[in-house]
C-alpha cells in the first residue's frame, strides 16, 4: 500500500482544471496503481473522499467511499466505493443546506460551506462505463466539494459567511455541531 502525499492550498495544481481521462488510460498499469494509491492516501488521512489533484495529479478521478456508521451518518447507509471520472454535475435545484466541511488539502481547518442539495452526477467508471447518480442531501455535498477539486476550487472559495471558518480545536471546543453535520475528504 501506497499512500502519497497530499498537496495543501497553495500548491497550484489544487487550482487548475484537471485534464479529462482518456479510456484508453484506464487498464494501463500506471492508471490503476494511482487508483489504489488515491485509496490508501484516503484511507490514512481518514477521508471520505479523495481527488487526484490532491496528490498532485491533474487528471479528472476521483474516489468516494462512506462508511455504514449509523452513528455518524444516521439514516444515510455507506456507499460501496465509487470510482468517478470525467464528472459532469448537474444542479436539480437552488435550495441549500450546509455543512462543516473539512479538506485534506486544507489541514487544521473547518468551514461552513452551502451547497445545492439535490444534483445529478454523470461520469464513467473505472471500467469505462457510464454512469449517473442523483445524490440529495449529505451525499450531494460530498459530491461538490469533491468534483470542485477536479475545477480547481476548494471549499475556501464557497464560504459566503467567513467568520464561519474555525480551527479544528477551536470547532470542537465552541461549535456545537454534530458530527453528522461534518465531513473530511
Ligand atoms: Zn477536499
Known sequence: MTARKVIRMGHP?????????????LKTPEF????????????VEGGIGIAAPQINVSKQVTLIELPDDSDRYGELDG????????????????????????????????????????????YINEHGEPKQIIADEFLATVF????????????????????????TEEFSEFIKAKPKDTLDE
Open 13 to 25: 495544481t489544487l487550482r487548475l482544471v484537471a485534464e479529462l481521462v482518456d479510456v484508453s488510460e
Open 32 to 43: 490503476i496503481e494511482l487508483l489504489v494509491d488515491m485509496y490508501d492516501t484516503m484511507k
Open 79 to 122: 456507499t460501496p466505493l465509487m470510482v468517478i471520472i470525467n464528472p459532469k454535475i448537474t444542479y436539480l435545484t437552488e435550495d441549500k443546506q450546509g455543512f462543516w466541511e473539512g479538506c485534506l488539502s486544507v489541514p487544521g481547518l473547518r468551514g461552513f460551506v452551502e451547497r445545492p442539495n439535490h444534483i445529478q452526477v454523470d
Open 144 to 167: 461538490q466539494h469533491e468534483l470542485d477539486h477536479l475545477f480547481g476550487k476548494l471549499y475556501i472559495d464557497r464560504i459566503t459567511d467567513t467568520t464561519k471558518i474555525t480551527y
